[in-house]
Nanobody, 122 residues
Framework: QVQLEESGGGLVQAGNSLRLSCAAS????????VGWFRQAPGKDREFVAAIGWPGDSTSYTDSVKGRFTISRDNAKNTVYLQMNSLKPDDTAVYYCAAGVSRGPFTRSYDYWGQGTQVTVSS
């Protein structure tokens, strides 16, 4: 069982940056693909970015390409999501998830964190 904990969310103005972290309780985390998803009020949970193991393959949804960067530090059992040039539309609860494959679908992941709120003001 892998436990995930997100951190780094907060309230920022549009154009600013945040870095989210996803820390895992187990060393086996480093062998999993990890995805970031987000869910805005009244909307479905949507894919944001994912990174494979050991970290040389990444994917992003179109709306964040060029602004967000996903990376991982396997020695620290942590995955990061660097978010630059934030927009009000990025406002959501952000979740990290771990699974066997680096897919854009929630069903690809077996373990989920509790989420961290990101609010971007205009």
């Amino acid at each position: 069982q892998v436990q995930l904990e997100e951190s780094g969310g907060g309230l920022v103005q549009a154009g600013n940056s945040l870095r989210l972290s996803c820390a895992a309780s187990e060393r086996t985390f480093r062998t999993y693909a990890v995805g970031w998803f987000r869910q805005a009020p009244g909307k479905d949970r949507e894919f944001v970015a994912a990174i494979g193991w050991p970290g040389d393959s990444t994917s992003y949804t179109d709306s964040v390409k060029g602004r967000f960067t996903i990376s991982r530090d396997n020695a620290k059992n942590t995955v990061y999501l660097q978010m630059n040039s934030l927009k009000p539309d990025d406002t959501a609860v952000y979740y990290c998830a771990a699974g066997v494959s680096r897919g854009p679908f929630t069903r690809s992941y077996d373990y989920w964190g509790q989420g961290t709120q990101v609010t971007v003001s205009s």
